[in-house]
């Protein structure tokens, strides 16, 4: 049974930081990652896919690695801002599974 | 551009009073499915749809109905609504395997 794990659950951090979110899978056979930003109440934002074949994407201030084979993958957020502050979801896309399946999410504080 | 389409964003229902919301995409998607976010529970997938008149349940499918009569449209029907049906529902397309989920911007529902 596929299973997604974020850590942390919450961050709280100044403005201007690096970061790096955490998220990991159970089951290795994924087709693709994706990674939302979710704001209080509203709908998800896709920020990155990355398919299974590739190591990492790229937009903007945001970095996200996948390795398959240990099943994890990260999200790095450069020079945090206070727009920043979110939910992050990570979800994986199983072909056995025919859904995306999300982890928790982590919810981000940014303060000036 | 690109985006999926759901109505309305927020209702508010007696139990038992039938009620539909619709969701629409415009980007040819062949994938459809519906999810529903509780607090402490995550995203939860109730049903989806790998093409026209073609629907399967996924993991909370009690109490909810779908069709899939047109490629761009899948309607969430609540015959008979309960409080327990209290939460944000999303909808989301993407198409063949291994690509981007675009979500829609999520209805809140209230059962009283």
């Known amino acids: 049974k596929q299973e997604v794990t974020q850590i942390p659950a919450a961050l709280s951090v100044p403005e201007g930081e690096n970061l790096v979110l955490n998220c990991s899978f159970t089951?290795?056979?994924?087709?693709?990652l994706q990674w939302f930003r979710q704001d209080p109440g509203k709908g998800l934002t896709s920020l990155l896919l990355?398919?299974?074949?590739?190591r990492e994407q790229t937009s903007g201030r945001l970095n996200a690695s996948l390795d398959k084979s240990s099943g994890r993958s990260t999200l790095y957020i450069a020079a945090s801002q206070p727009g920043d502050s979110a939910t992050y979801l990570c979800a994986v896309f199983s072909g056995g599974y025919n859904k995306l399946i999300f982890g928790a999410g982590t919810r981000l504080a940014v303060h000036p | 551009e690109a985006q999926v389409t759901q109505n309305p964003r927020y209702l508010i229902t007696v139990t038992g009073k039938k009620l539909t919301v619709t969701c629409s995409q415009n980007?040819?998607?062949?994938?459809m499915s519906w999810y529903r976010q509780d607090p402490g529970l995550g995203l939860r997938q109730i049903y989806y749809?790998?093409?026209?008149?073609?629907?399967d349940k996924g993991d909370v499918p009690e109490g909810y109905k779908v069709s899939r009569k047109e490629k761009r449209n899948f309607p969430l029907i609540l015959e008979s609504p309960s409080p327990n049906q209290t939460s944000l529902y999303f909808c989301?397309?993407?198409?063949?395997?291994?690509?981007?989920?675009?979500f829609g911007q999520g209805t809140r529902l209230t059962v009283v």
């Open positions: 989301a397309s993407r198409t063949v395997l291994g690509t981007e989920a675009f």
């Open positions: 980007m040819n998607h062949e994938y």
């Open positions: 089951d290795s056979a994924i087709y693709n």
């Open positions: 990355i398919q299974s074949s590739q």
């Open positions: 749809s790998m093409n026209v008149e073609v629907t």
